[in-house]
């Protein structure tokens, strides 16, 4: 209950992150994932969870 999304032609697109919500179409707002300092590769229910390695969702804003 921690993230909420709809799934899409790429995987999940995170809507809201713990009551945060970010709606791209109103400001540019979305949640970036990262693995690392990396931004991540594929979706984020299609990344395997790893020992030692670390994850995050970085609220983020496209201002163009």
């Known amino acids: ?3 909420k999304g709809d799934m899409g032609q790429y995987g999940l697109y ?3 992150v ?3 919500k970010a709606v791209f179409e109103e400001d ?3 949640w970036a994932f990262y693995v690392g300092e ?3 590769m ?4 299609l990344t395997p969870i790893e020992d030692g390695k670390t ?3 970085v609220y ?3 201002n163009q």
């Not at 594929?42 to 229910?45: E, H, L």
């Open 1 to 3: 209950g921690v993230i």
């Open 14 to 16: 995170i809507k809201e």
């Open 18 to 20: 713990d009551g945060e």
């Open 28 to 30: 540019g707002a979305y």
């Open 38 to 40: 990396e931004y991540a």
């Open 42 to 45: 594929q979706g984020i229910d």
């Open 55 to 57: 994850y995050k969702l």
């Open 60 to 62: 983020t804003v496209d």
